[in-house]
C-alpha cells in the first residue's frame, strides 16, 4: 500500500495564512496539517507516500526530505481544479489511499491491513450545504452522490480521505487520462469521476466519528477546529 497526499490549491480562503505557506502546511498544536497525515500514516506502515504540490511547492522541501517523500509538482494549480494534480500521479493510484492535505486528522481512523475493497472514509457532518453526501445500501456500497442543501438532515459524506484498490485504482486512472486527454476537465475535481464510473467500481462507505477528521477550508473552518480541540 502507499498514499497520496493532494497539497496543490492555493487555499485563498485562509489568507492572511496562506500568502507565504500552503493551507497543507498550516499549524495545529504545534505540527502541520500535512506531517500530521505523514505520522498517522508511517504508524499503520505506510512508507511511500506522494505528496502532490502546486503553490508554493518548494515550501514542502523540508518535509520531503524529512520522511523521503515523493513529490510531484503541478504547475497549473491555479489554472485547473484537482483532477489535473491527480492525472499527474494516476500511475500511483492503485491500492493507494488517498488523503485530502488540507483535513486535519484527530484520531487515526485509517486501517492498518488492506481493506477488501475500495472505501471513502465517512464522518457524519452537521453543516453539509455543498458537501458531496454519499448514498449507500444496507451493505454501506456507495450508490450515489448528492450535494447538501439548506435544511439536509446531517449525513455521512466525502471527508477526503479514501483507499483505491489495484483494480479500481487502475480504472479511476484510465478515465482521468482519457478526460484530460480530450481536454474538457477544467472545472471537475478527481472525484467527479469516481462518481462518472460508479457502476463500473467496488467503492463503499467505512463510517468514522464525527470528530475524527475536519476540513480546513477557511479560517472559519480553522477556529471552528481550534474550539472544538480546546473543549477535549
Same mark, same amino acid.
Given at each position: 500500500?502507499?498514499?497520496?497526499?493532494?497539497?496543490?490549491?492555493?487555499?485563498?480562503?485562509?489568507?492572511?495564512?496562506? !500568502?507565504?505557506?500552503?493551507?497543507?502546511?498550516?499549524?495545529?498544536?504545534?505540527? @502541520?496539517?500535512?506531517?500530521?497525515?505523514?505520522?498517522?500514516?508511517?504508524?499503520?506502515?505506510?512508507?511511500?507516500?506522494?505528496?502532490?504540490?502546486?503553490?508554493?511547492?518548494?515550501? %514542502?522541501?523540508?518535509?520531503?526530505?524529512?520522511?523521503?517523500?515523493?513529490?510531484?509538482?503541478?504547475?497549473?494549480?491555479?489554472?485547473? !481544479?484537482?483532477?489535473?494534480?491527480?492525472?499527474?500521479?494516476?500511475?500511483?493510484?492503485?491500492?493507494?489511499?488517498?488523503?485530502?492535505?488540507?483535513?486535519?486528522? !484527530?484520531?487515526?481512523?485509517?486501517?492498518?491491513?488492506?481493506?477488501?475493497?475500495?472505501?471513502?472514509?465517512?464522518?457524519?457532518?452537521?453543516?453539509?450545504?455543498?458537501?458531496?453526501?454519499?448514498?449507500?445500501?444496507?451493505?454501506?456500497?456507495?450508490?450515489?452522490?448528492?450535494?447538501?442543501?439548506?435544511?439536509?438532515?446531517?449525513?455521512?459524506?466525502?471527508?477526503?480521505? @479514501?483507499?483505491? @484498490?489495484?483494480?479500481?485504482?487502475?480504472?479511476?486512472?484510465?478515465?482521468?487520462?482519457?478526460?484530460?486527454?480530450?481536454?474538457? %476537465?477544467?472545472?471537475?475535481?478527481?472525484?467527479?469521476?469516481?462518481?462518472?464510473?460508479?457502476?463500473?467500481?467496488?467503492?463503499?462507505?467505512?463510517?468514522?466519528? @464525527?470528530?475524527?477528521?475536519?476540513?480546513?477550508?477557511?479560517?472559519?473552518?480553522?477556529?471552528?477546529?481550534?474550539?472544538?480541540?480546546?473543549?477535549?
Amino acid at each position: 500500500m502507499r498514499a497520496i497526499l493532494v497539497a496543490a490549491g492555493m487555499g485563498t480562503r485562509l489568507r492572511p495564512l496562506t !500568502n507565504t505557506i500552503p493551507k497543507s502546511l498550516i499549524e495545529v498544536n504545534g505540527i @502541520s496539517l500535512l506531517e500530521r497525515q505523514i505520522l498517522n500514516l508511517r504508524e499503520i506502515g505506510i512508507d511511500e507516500i506522494i505528496v502532490l504540490t502546486g503553490y508554493l511547492h518548494e515550501k %514542502f522541501d523540508d518535509l520531503v526530505k524529512k520522511y523521503d517523500l515523493i513529490k510531484i509538482v503541478n504547475d497549473k494549480y491555479d489554472v485547473y !481544479n484537482n483532477i489535473y494534480t491527480m492525472y499527474l500521479a494516476k500511475d500511483y493510484l492503485q491500492d493507494a489511499f488517498v488523503i485530502d492535505a488540507d483535513n486535519y486528522i !484527530n484520531k487515526n481512523f485509517l486501517p492498518n491491513k488492506r481493506p477488501d475493497n475500495s472505501e471513502y472514509y465517512s464522518a457524519c457532518k452537521e453543516n453539509i450545504v455543498g458537501e458531496w453526501i454519499l448514498r449507500y445500501d444496507e451493505n454501506n456500497k456507495l450508490q450515489r452522490v448528492d450535494i447538501g442543501k439548506e435544511g439536509d438532515e446531517p449525513s455521512y459524506i466525502m471527508s477526503g480521505a @479514501s483507499y483505491w @484498490s489495484k483494480k479500481d485504482g487502475k480504472i479511476i486512472a484510465q478515465r482521468i487520462d482519457e478526460k484530460v486527454k480530450c481536454g474538457d %476537465f477544467k472545472n471537475l475535481y478527481w472525484d467527479d469521476i469516481v462518481v462518472e464510473n460508479l457502476n463500473d467500481l467496488e467503492v463503499y462507505v467505512n463510517k468514522i466519528g @464525527s470528530n475524527d477528521i475536519f476540513e480546513i477550508d477557511s479560517i472559519k473552518d480553522l477556529e471552528y477546529l481550534k474550539n472544538k480541540l480546546s473543549i477535549k
